[in-house]
């Protein structure tokens, strides 16, 4: 068996042994999440469930639909698989995003579909994603200064993500105009990260000359995009269907509780809980979305202890269904490599 098969079989051992040790990290957590489930209606937690599934259905057609405007055919299925599993891998194993879009890039590979178009693809979905969210975020921050709740804090969050939203675009618009322009932003980032990291670990984390060739692959993705507007139609309509459906997970806990709501409360409430699992510097807002959540309920009318257990019925579902799921696709990605190397 050669080198670079060790190596995968290696990675995805130590992956999954990140997984398992989450778990058990984070142990008191599911003691609690567990605990809670047990007092809510078992029909509308069901409910939950079979609302989030279709979270991954939409996550894989949006994918396939971002494929599609680049000229890249693949199934459904194979893009929710490989979407499910980057989650995992960004959770257990955070590392910037980076080993979720290797998950695409290898698929990629093996498929031989250019690089430089898949990670367009990745890049597309995350600002398909943002400007949903940002347009859910404006209603829920209407209903949050409608009832005198906007604070500080979450300007703050609101304006982090915007900006988020407009570098990313920006760098994909200078990537369709020219491969050296948006070579040199990127070289420009690179040094600002490598003058922060220099003190650390005293030597360059990135190369300039590899963000330039990076560039070069990302114009290239990006010339196969159709010119007419009307074609982003669709994925944008995924993604509202995306948080849509977030949503209505959220609807489904407040029911198994039988805790009253109104929608401005779940507009405001999943507004503020997704913006900060965004801006949030732990992976999927860990640690943090459970008690902002909690808060931004508590400030919506929601009675505290009610306020805690929706939060956790919902990041069981929205958080570490998901993330069961993501292990389960990962393990089942890397059976389907193992079929089709040679012996």
Request: net charge positive.
């Amino acid at each position: 068996m050669c080198i670079i098969a060790i190596m995968r079989k290696f990675l995805v051992v130590l992956v999954l042994f990140l997984g398992v040790a989450f778990v058990i990290l984070s142990f008191g957590e599911l003691e609690k999440i567990a605990e809670t489930l047990k007092q809510g209606n078992l029909w509308f937690l069901g409910l939950a469930f079979v609302v989030e599934l279709g979270w991954f259905v939409i996550l894989g057609l949006t994918f396939q639909s971002i494929y599609h405007l680049l000229g890249l055919h693949e199934k459904m299925r194979r893009l929710t698989l490989i979407a499910v599993a980057a989650n995992f891998i960004n959770v257990v194993a955070p590392s910037a995003g980076v080993g979720g879009v290797a998950l695409f890039i290898n698929d990629a590979k093996r498929n031989n579909h250019p690089p430089g178009k898949v990670t367009v693809a990745g890049a597309l979905f995350l600002l398909f994603d943002y400007a949903a969210f940002l347009i859910v975020l404006a209603l829920g921050l209407v209903v949050l200064v409608r009832r005198n709740n906007l604070t500080s804090g979450e300007i703050t969050a609101s304006l982090i993500l915007l900006a988020i939203a407009c570098v990313l675009g920006f760098l994909l618009y200078l990537g369709s105009r020219s491969a050296e322009l948006l070579g040199n932003a990127l070289a420009h980032m690179v040094r600002l990260v490598n003058f922060i990291a220099r003190p650390f670990i005293h030597r360059d984390y990135l190369s300039e000359a590899r963000a330039h060739s990076f560039a070069s692959e990302i114009a290239d993705g990006l010339t196969s995009l159709p010119e007419k507007p009307r074609s982003m139609a669709r994925p944008m309509l995924l993604a509202l269907a995306n948080k849509a459906i977030l949503m209505g997970v959220l609807i489904c806990t407040f029911l198994s509780f039988n805790v009253p709501f109104s929608a401005g409360t779940i507009i405001a409430g999943f507004s503020i809980g997704y913006l900060f699992m965004i801006v949030s510097p732990t992976p999927s807002g860990i640690g943090v979305v459970e008690g902002v959540l909690a808060l931004a309920l508590t400030s919506l009318r929601v009675d505290w202890s009610q306020a805690v257990i929706i939060t956790l019925a919902y990041r069981a579902m929205t958080f570490w269904v998901p993330l069961g799921f993501g292990a389960l696709a990962f393990r089942s990605l890397h059976l389907g490599n193992n079929k089709e190397e040679p012996a």
